[in-house]
């Protein structure tokens, strides 16, 4: 930028220096003298033919900036265009300037005070010294200019590349926004996203390493209690091992759900894996699948009440949608009393080209810190009833990854007179990934 900036001065420089000097036939300073010598012979010659009135059309007739060189004063010390108190200033300020004294018709005395034109300094003067001094300046300026540009161009990005070498390393606590607060430009804005990028990552590895952490914890559960029924077994023989078999049977059926489970939030979340899109009826769907899970409900129980209207056509995958909703009405008949059961609604939003979902159960709700973290993985808000309800805390997370594969949202939050309420909005015309 630096050298960009002296040589495009030198080239204007060298150009401005050669098309003044093709167009002077000689120095400005000589062109100057002239000029005022041929208007003092002009002022003396008006002066002789048509007296004092003409000696001052003359002089407004020079150009301002010429005829702020030249001044005339009658005999009554009088300056002939009222400009005493400006040539006062210039005889008091010592300026150098040339006078002519001379008379008119009737032999009154005048005299002509030419201020000599100072010659311009050796920085601003034509030529290539003038113009090799302006250069120098020029180079001068621009490189404080270009260096402090440069250091706050490249200091940020040094801190950039520091905290990258640091994530890169596995520290990813770092950070590099507090190093910049008062930026407000595009590398403030990058430092931001560079902040979020990293706070990102650092909740994905948290999320792993507690998802490593849950699943191991979740295996291990029912794999030491397969191992003491085993070794019961063992120790009672060909006799009575009938309730150690149940148990067996019990903690592997609970293993392949947990494992089902596992795979199905992997694979929901999976955005490399394609699906499969048709048009389906949602008050269709959801009356199947309302009509699937309350078969299992205890007869004389509530279930999942339910008042299915019109028609509401969308363009989705099935088995994922189906997954989803699975999930919540499950999720809200563990947790609501039973004998109030669970409220579903559907609420189609013309306007906005959107549908809205409601899973509405009457148990104790959640507590409102905790809101926003029932649909990671292997959450729980209570260990104890969790585990007792068997379920492995992954629901709500297949639920969330399903509705955001179809460009929707998912919100839970408290209701007014108890239990837990989530709203799913889907959008009606959206591209499944």
Known sequence: ??????????????????????????????????????????????????????????????????????????????????????????VERGTPMDTVDFSDADGNSYTIFTVNRVPPATLLAPGPKGTALRLVAAAVISALISYFLARSLVTPLEELRRASRKIAAGDLATRVSKTMPARHDE??????????????????????????QDVSHELRSPLARLSVALEIARKKGVGNIESEIDRIALESQRLEALVNDVIGLLR???????????????????????????????????????QPEGSCLFRGDRELLWRAMENLLRNALRYTDREKGVRLSLAVNRRKSSVTLEVRDFGSGVPEAELEKISEPFYRVQESRDRGSGGHGLGLSIAANAVQRHGGSIRAANAEDGGLLVTVKLPLSHKTV
């Open 268 to 306: 929901e979340s999976s955005e490399h894996v394609l699906k499969s899109e048709e048009t389906l009826d949602l008050v269709v769907l959801l009356s199947d699948l309302v009509e699937v899970v309350n078969y299992e409900v205890p007869e004389g129980k509530p279930g999942i009440f339910w």
């Open 1 to 90: 930028m630096w050298l960009s900036i002296v040589g495009f001065s030198a080239a204007i420089g060298w150009l401005n220096d050669k098309l003044a000097r093709e167009q002077w036939a000689e120095e400005p300073a000589n062109t100057f003298s002239r000029g005022i010598i041929r208007i003092t012979q002009r002022a003396q010659q008006a002066l002789q033919m048509e007296g004092r009135k003409g000696l001052r059309d003359e002089l407004l007739n020079i150009p301002r900036m010429t005829r702020s060189h030249i001044y005339i004063v009658d005999s009554e010390n009088q300056e002939m265009l009222g400009r005493d108190s400006a040539l006062e200033q210039l």
């Open 187 to 212: 590398i403030g804005q990058l430092a931001t996203d560079f902040d979020v990028m990293t706070s990102r990552l650092q909740a994905m590895q948290q999320a792993n390493q507690r998802l490593l």
